[in-house]
C-alpha cells in the first residue's frame, strides 16, 4: 500500500521522476538489458518498485540496481550477493553447462577482436570480451594467464535457429542477438584453427571494483538480452559498445570511445588507442604472442608442418594442408607404416610432432564437417514432425532415450535460449537448459541412442550416406593420431 | 620171369646197402617236368624221377629244368640220409627264374648303365653306384669304390642346394613369405648355406612383419571399398566442402554432442578419446611452431600437470 501510494504521489506531484536525462540513461539501460529501445514509464515504476522490495533485486539486477544508485535511488538495506556469478558456456561439441564465476578471480577483462576473413559475415573482423580467469583468487599473473582452460569469451552473436545458416534471413536481421559465453580454447579454436584468422586480446584498464561489476553486468545482460543481430546497425560491436556504455562508465569518459562504431575492427583500433586500454601490450606481437595478448592464425603453422612432413617423407602425395586431407586416412596409414617414413617418425620428435598435428587437424575439420552434415539429415528427416510416429516402433527404454537425449535437444536448438528475469541465483533455474543428462553421457546410454537411431536411419538418404563416410574418415584419422602417439 | 629178376635184383641190392650203409633216395617229378636233371651238391646224378643209393650223410638236393631265355625251374632241398632208410621226393618245381648266370649278367649290364650315369654327374647314379660297390652287386665289390662315389654325390648335393638356396634368397628379398621362410629354414639347418642362427631370426622376422603387413593393407583395402561404394561422392569433394557458418554465428546445434554421430560408426575406445585429441591438437600448432608462446606454455603446464595427476 505504501508504495502504491508513493507511486500515487510521484505520479500526481508534476514532478517526474523520470526525467529526460535519467530517461535516457534509463532508456540506454533497458535496451542493454532487454533490447528496449523505447521503454514505456510503467516499465520505470515496475523495475523501481521491484528494486525496492525485493531483498535480492541488486543481484539479481545489477545494471538496474546501479542505474538506481547513481540516481540517488538507494535501497534501505544493502544487500550481500552470491560470490559466484554464473554463465551459460557454449562448449563447441559438447551442449552447454552452467560455470559459476567468482570476480575475485577474474584478474582481468580484455577485449578481443579476431581479425577479418573472407566470409561476408566477418569483413570486418569480430570483437568481444575475454575473462582472463585464474585458478586462486591470488595466483600470479602468470599462472593466470596460462590457465587458458577457463578463460572465458562472451561476445554478441547471432544465433542461428535454423539447421543452417541462412544467408538472406542474416542479412535482413531477422536472427536474434545474444550475449554468448564460450571457453576461451573453443574460441581460440574456431578463429585460429578452424578459421585461420587471428587474435588480439587488449586489457582494459579496470579498477577491482569496476571489474566486478563488469562481470556481474555482463551476466545479467547474458541471461537477459535478445534482440535482433543486423550485419549493420546491431552487430557485435555496436551492442558491446552500448553495454559497455552502460556498464562501465568510465568507457564513456572517453570521446573516441563514446561515438558508435559500426564496424568491429574500427572499434578495436580506437580502443586501441584509448586510455582506457593497454594498447602497448600490442605494440611488438612476438611479445605479446609470449604474453598471450596475441594468438597467431595457425595457417602457417601447418604449412610449415607439411614442409617438415615432407622432408621426411620423400614419397609422400601431397604438397599443401588441403591435399593432405583429400588422402584418405587409411592411405596416410599405410605411408606412416612405410619403412623409411616409420623410422624418421620414430626418431625424429619434430617431424612426428608434424605429422600428428596435420592429422588433427584432418580430426577437427572432419568433426566440423560431421555436425554441419547431421544439422543438413536432421532438416531433410523432421525428426522433430515425424516423433509421434518414430516411438511407435520402439520399446519404452529405447523411446525414453530417444526422446530424452535427442529430441529434447533438437528441440531447444529450435528455440531461443530462454530468458530469465535476471540473473539465476540457484540450480533449479537451469532446469530446462541443455544439459546433458547422465543417462544420455554414460556409455550404455550412447549406445542405446546408437541403437535407436540404427532403427530409424534412411539408409538411403545422400546425406545419411556421407554421415557415415565422414564418421569412417573422422574414426580413422582418430586411428591414426593415436598410432603416431604410440610411437613414441 | 623179368619181374622176378627185378624183385631179385631189388632184395640184392637191399642186401648191398645194408653190407655198405647207404640209403635209398627216391625223387619222382609230375610228367611235364619229367626229365628235368637232379643234382647232389651240385654233381649231376640223373634225370627225374631217379631212385639212387647214396652213402648215409647230408646233402643239397637240386633239381632243375632249363628253360629258354637263360632262366629256369628248380627245385632244391637239404637231405639227410642215415641208417638205410628210403627218401622219398615229391619234386615241385618253382616259378621260371633267371639263372645264377643269367642274374650275374643282367647286374653287370645295370652297373655298366648305372656307372655312364654317375660320371655324367648324376647325383642318383653315384649314391647307386656306391650301393653297387658296397654289395658286389654287377661289378667287384670294393667298399673304397663305394665311398669314393658317395664323396661325389654328397658334393653334387651341396652344389644343387646352393644353387637353389640363392634363387630362393632372391625371390625371399623380393617379399615373398614363403620364400623367406625357406630361407630361414635354410640358415637355421645349414642347408645350402652355413649355419646361422641370426639371420634365420631375422628372416623369420621378416616373414612375420610381412604377414602382418599384407594383413594390414589387406584390411585397409577393404575399408577403402566401403569407403569409396557410395558412388555420389568421391573423396576429394567430401573433404574440400568447407563449415558455412563463420565465428559471428553461433549454430544451436551446440546442444547435440558429435559423439551423438560417432557412437555409430567408432568403437567406444575411439570416442572416448575424441575429447583428449581435440584438447591436444588445439594447442599443438602453436605449440610446436611457437615454443614460446602463451599457448604452448599453457600446454606444457597442463602437461605437467597431467603427469602430476597420474603419479
Redesign the interface.
Known amino acids: 500500500m505504501k508504495v502504491y501510494a508513493f507511486i500515487i504521489v510521484l505520479l500526481t506531484s508534476g514532478c517526474s521522476i523520470f526525467s529526460k536525462n535519467t530517461g535516457k540513461e534509463f532508456q540506454a539501460v533497458s535496451s542493454v538489458i532487454s533490447a528496449l529501445d523505447d521503454p514505456s514509464p510503467q516499465l520505470y515504476t515496475t523495475v523501481l518498485r521491484e528494486y525496492q522490495e525485493d531483498e535480492g533485486f541488486s543481484c539479481k539486477q545489477p545494471l538496474y540496481a546501479a542505474y538506481f544508485r547513481r540516481n540517488d535511488v538507494v535501497k534501505k538495506d544493502p544487500e550481500t550477493c552470491r560470490e559466484k556469478i554464473p554463465f551459460l558456456v ?7 553447462r552452467v560455470v559459476w564465476i567468482e570476480p575475485d578471480r577474474v584478474r582481468s577483462v580484455h577485449l578481443l577482436f ?1 581479425s577479418k ?1 573472407s ?1 561476408m ?2 569483413r570486418f573482423g ?1 570483437v568481444a570480451l575475454r575473462f582472463v580467469i585464474c585458478p586462486e583468487p591470488d595466483s600470479s599473473d602468470q599462472d593466470c ?5 577457463e578463460h572465458l569469451v562472451v561476445g554478441f ?5 535454423d ?3 541462412n544467408t538472406l534471413k ?1 542479412l535482413r536481421g531477422k ?1 536474434r542477438a545474444y550475449l ?1 559465453a564460450n571457453r576461451f ?1 573453443d ?5 585460429a ?3 585461420f ?1 587471428e587474435l588480439y586480446s587488449l586489457p582494459l584498464k579496470l579498477q577491482t571494483i569496476e571489474r566486478d561489476e563488469l562481470v556481474r553486468g555482463l551476466s545479467e545482460i547474458h541471461w537477459r538480452y535478445s534482440g535482433e543481430y543486423d550485419f549493420f546497425t546491431n ?2 560491436a555496436t551492442l558491446l559498445e552500448s553495454a559497455l556504455s552502460v556498464i562501465w562508465l568510465e568507457f564513456s569518459n572517453d570521446e573516441s570511445l563514446r561515438k558508435t562504431h559500426l564496424r568491429p575492427d574500427q572499434f578495436f583500433a580506437t580502443a586501441q588507442e584509448s586510455f582506457l586500454t593497454d594498447g602497448e601490450k600490442l605494440n611488438s606481437l612476438i611479445i605479446a ?4 595478448f596475441y ?2 592464425s ?1 595457417r ?3 604449412d ?2 607439411v614442409r617438415s612432413v615432407l622432408k621426411g617423407n620423400k614419397s609422400a602425395d601431397f604438397s599443401s594442408l ?1 591435399e593432405y ?4 586416412p ?2 596416410r ?2 605411408s606412416l ?1 612405410r619403412p623409411s617414413h616409420a623410422l624418421t617418425l620414430r626418431n625424429n620428435v ?1 617431424v612426428r ?2 605429422q ?2 596435420l592429422e ?2 584432418a ?10 552434415e ?2 543438413k539429415y536432421f532438416e531433410q528427416q523432421d525428426f522433430l514432425g515425424r516423433t509421434s510416429s518414430i516411438i511407435e516402433a520402439l520399446d519404452e527404454e529405447h523411446k525414453q532415450i530417444f526422446l530424452e ?2 529430441i529434447k ?2 528441440r ?3 528455440q531461443p535460449p530462454r530468458r530469465l528475469a535476471g540473473i539465476p541465483e540457484d540450480i533449479d533455474s537451469f532446469a530446462d537448459v ?1 544439459q ?1 543428462t547422465q543417462a544420455c ?1 554414460s ?1 550404455q546410454g ?2 542405446m ?2 541403437d535407436t ?2 532403427l530409424i536411419e534412411d539408409k538411403k538418404s ?1 546425406s545419411w ?12 584419422s ?2 591414426n ?2 598410432q603416431l602417439k604410440e610411437m613414441r | 620171369m623179368s619181374k622176378w629178376l627185378s624183385q631179385c635184383g631189388f632184395l640184392i641190392m637191399l642186401g648191398c646197402s645194408y653190407a655198405h650203409a647207404e640209403s635209398l633216395l627216391r625223387l619222382t617229378c609230375a610228367d611235364e617236368d619229367a626229365g628235368a636233371v637232379v643234382s647232389i651238391d651240385g654233381k649231376v646224378i640223373g634225370n627225374c624221377p631217379i631212385t639212387s643209393f647214396i652213402p648215409d650223410g647230408k646233402y643239397q638236393v637240386r633239381v632243375s629244368k632249363p628253360l629258354s631265355g637263360g632262366r629256369e625251374q628248380f627245385f632244391e632241398k637239404m637231405v639227410t640220409l642215415s641208417d638205410g632208410q628210403v627218401e622219398s621226393i615229391n619234386v615241385e618245381l618253382s616259378a621260371p627264374q633267371l639263372t645264377a648266370e643269367a642274374l650275374q649278367a643282367q647286374s653287370r649290364s645295370h652297373a655298366i648303365t648305372t656307372l655312364d650315369s654317375a660320371r655324367m654327374g648324376n647325383r642318383h647314379a653315384m649314391n647307386a653306384m656306391a650301393i653297387l660297390y658296397e654289395n658286389g652287386d654287377g661289378v667287384e665289390r670294393s667298399l673304397s669304390e663305394a665311398k669314393l662315389w658317395r664323396n661325389k654325390a654328397s658334393a653334387v648335393l651341396l652344389e644343387e642346394q646352393e644353387s637353389e638356396f640363392s634363387e630362393i634368397l632372391k625371390m625371399a628379398e623380393a617379399g615373398s613369405i614363403s620364400a623367406m621362410e625357406y630361407v630361414a629354414n635354410a640358415y637355421e639347418t645349414g642347408t645350402g648355406v652355413s649355419k646361422n642362427s641370426a639371420q634365420a631370426n631375422t628372416w623369420r622376422q621378416a616373414a612375420a612383419t610381412k604377414i602382418q603387413n599384407d594383413q594390414i593393407k589387406a584390411a585397409a583395402k577393404i575399408k577403402q571399398a566401403e569407403l569409396d561404394s557410395a558412388s555420389f561422392l568421391s573423396n576429394t569433394e567430401l573433404i574440400t566442402s568447407g563449415m558455412t557458418s563463420p565465428g559471428e554465428f553461433i549454430s544451436g546445434l551446440t546442444f547435440l554432442p558429435v559423439s551423438l554421430i560417432s557412437d555409430l560408426i567408432a568403437s567406444p575406445t575411439v570416442t572416448t578419446k575424441q575429447a583428449e585429441i581435440r584438447s591436444a591438437a588445439i594447442m599443438r600448432p602453436s605449440s610446436w611452431a611457437k615454443p614460446d608462446s602463451m599457448i604452448a606454455k599453457a600446454a606444457r603446464q597442463r602437461d605437467a600437470e597431467g603427469l602430476v595427476a597420474k603419479r
Open positions: 557454449q562448449e563447441q561439441y559438447d551442449g552447454a579476431a576473413s566470409s559475415a566477418s569480430h594467464d596460462m590457465n587458458l582452460e552473436k547471432a544465433h542461428i535457429d539447421f543452417s545458416l542474416a536472427y554468448f580454447l574460441a581460440y579454436q574456431q578463429y584453427i578452424d578459421e584468422r552487430n557485435c604472442e609470449r604474453n598471450g594468438f597467431s595457425t602457417s603453422f601447418y610449415e608442418a588441403e586431407l583429400q588422402i584418405s587409411i592411405q596409414r599405410n607404416e619434430r610432432e608434424a600428428i598435428m588433427e587437424y580430426v577437427l575439420h572432419s568433426e566440423r564437417l560431421l555436425m554441419t547431421t544439422a537425449c535427442l535437444p533438437l531447444q536448438r529450435a541443455a546433458p553421457v556409455t550412447r549406445r541412442l546408437a537411431i540404427t545422400l550416406q556421407r554421415i557415415n563416410k565422414i564418421a569412417q574418415y573422422h574414426a580413422a582418430i586411428d593420431v593415436i
